[in-house]
């Protein structure tokens, strides 16, 4: 980036970037000047950074539906493969 | 590059070390029971992401049920360098890479994921305009939201959040569900979707803007 700030509409597409810690130097330090000034940008950080722990938080933000769990005939089939295994380490 | 000391990013892992250690003891032991709820609790997300490389649901859940085949019988040689989930995570994605060449599909996820690129994270009238005052500040700034921990919690709070996450596009779902709910770091969420950095991030900008964008719905009517 050339120019010397940045303006809060061009943060609101850097916030993720900033969160992971991957942006070159010049544009951390513009970022950084930016939010020691402006409130609204660092409420929009915040905002960003609750997001993601309340999806993490979410145990079942997997979303449902169709498929989101094995059929059962599916899963008993798994599970006689597993027992398979386990009774042919007995046998041998 | 990089500042020492950003902000974290939650990365919890779904399985702990510890828990990993004796979920692999039961495997090992051959508990059944372990085993069909690792099964109920991945089928969904390995699916999810067989699908970046497969073009139907029932070619990506033969390749999930491959994946747990290959898991059986390659438990004894799993050696602890990764995480069990990462280990059956790059079981699965070695599995749909092959499955995908083979079925030459025809949308590559790269090219799904660069189609919302350009889509804004704040609608831009939220943005002061050209003949204003200050151009590109906000005119329209968030309000700060109170409390929102514990407002998150509530029942319906949560229910925003699920049906947020569900009415995300399949590529930023995916990657939201492999960052912040499977705890995934970038690296292996770009070497599972075949993503570059730039790319995942972009993804995972757009889906959390998106439900950050419901959740301040949410705060704006329940304030």
Not at chain 2, 181 to 209: K, S, W, Y
Not at chain 2, 211 to 219: D, I, K
Request: glycine residues 6%; contains cysteine; charged residues 30%.
């Amino acid at each position: 980036m050339s120019v010397d700030e940045i303006v809060c509409r061009e943060f609101a597409e850097l916030a993720t970037d900033y969160l992971e810690g991957a942006m070159p130097d010049e544009t951390l330090e513009l970022v950084e000047e930016h939010l020691a000034m402006c409130d609204w940008c660092r409420d929009y950080l915040d905002q960003m950074e609750t997001t993601a722990r309340a999806v993490a938080a979410e145990p079942a933000a997997a979303p449902p539906g169709p498929g989101s769990e094995p059929p059962p005939a599916i899963l008993d089939a798994l599970v006689g493969a597993f027992r398979a295994r386990t009774a042919g380490e007995g046998d041998g | 590059m990089a500042q020492p000391t950003g902000p974290a990013a939650p990365s919890r892992g779904t399985l702990s070390a510890d828990r990993d250690e004796r979920l692999l003891a039961a495997l090992r032991a051959g508990d059944e029971e372990a085993f069909a709820g690792l099964v109920r609790r991945y089928h969904a997300t390995l699916k999810r992401v067989a699908r970046a490389y497969v073009s139907t649901d029932s070619v990506a859940e033969e390749v999930v049920q491959e994946t747990w085949l290959a898991a059986i019988s390659g438990l004894d040689r799993f050696e602890q360098r990764a995480s069990l989930k990462t280990w059956l995570f790059h079981i699965l994605a070695n599995k749909a890479k092959s499955r995908g060449a083979r079925e030459r599909r025809i949308v590559p996820f790269a090219t799904l994921a660069r189609a919302g690129e350009d889509e804004a994270s704040v609608p831009p009238d939220r943005f002061q305009q050209a003949g204003d005052t200050w151009p590109g500040h906000w005119a329209m700034p968030p309000r700060p939201w109170e409390d929102p921990e514990r407002r998150l919690q509530s029942l319906e709070a949560r229910e925003r959040l699920r049906a947020a996450i569900g009415a995300l596009p399949e590529v930023q779902q995916t990657v939201l569900t492999l960052r912040d709910v499977e705890g995934f770091d970038a690296d292996e969420v770009c070497a599972l979707l075949d993503l570059t950095d730039g790319n995942q991030r972009v993804i995972l900008h757009r889906a959390r803007a998106r439900v950050r964008a419901e959740l301040e719905r949410y705060f704006e009517e329940t304030a």
